[in-house]
Nanobody, 112 residues
Framework: QVQLVESGGGLVQAGGSLRLSCAAS????????MGWYRQAPGRQRELVAT???????NYGDSVKGRFTISRDNAKNMVYLQMNSLKLEDTAVYYC??????WGQGTQVTVSS
């Protein structure tokens, strides 16, 4: 059974940085595409970034140049480094195994 546990969310001022972490278990991690998605109130869940087992990255247009996804296959971990945060980055951020499942989400709130 897939388990994904996010951590690292919180409150940050605009222009600041946060790093999200996701611990995965129950999957053959090193070959699985992993991703981060987010959902703001009243909006659909949207892609933030994905990364293949070999490290090929893909980003949503709104975060390109500001966010970086990475993974550590030895530790079954995936990370999201978020820099130059904007008010519109406020959302619940979900870790995803593609396919496989979702984490419970972690709140990121960007304040002015």
């Amino acid at each position: 059974q897939v388990q994904l546990v996010e951590s690292g969310g919180g409150l940050v001022q605009a222009g600041g940085s946060l790093r999200l972490s996701c611990a995965a278990s129950g999957i053959f991690f090193s070959i699985r595409v992993m991703g981060w998605y987010r959902q703001a109130p009243g909006r659909q869940r949207e892609l933030v970034a994905t990364i293949t087992g070999g490290g090929v990255r893909n980003y949503g247009d709104s975060v390109k140049g500001r966010f970086t996804i990475s993974r550590d296959n030895a530790k079954n971990m995936v990370y999201l480094q978020m820099n130059s945060l904007k008010l519109e980055d406020t959302a619940v951020y979900y870790c995803a195994a593609i396919p496989g499942g979702w984490g419970q989400g972690t709140q990121v709130t960007v304040s002015s």
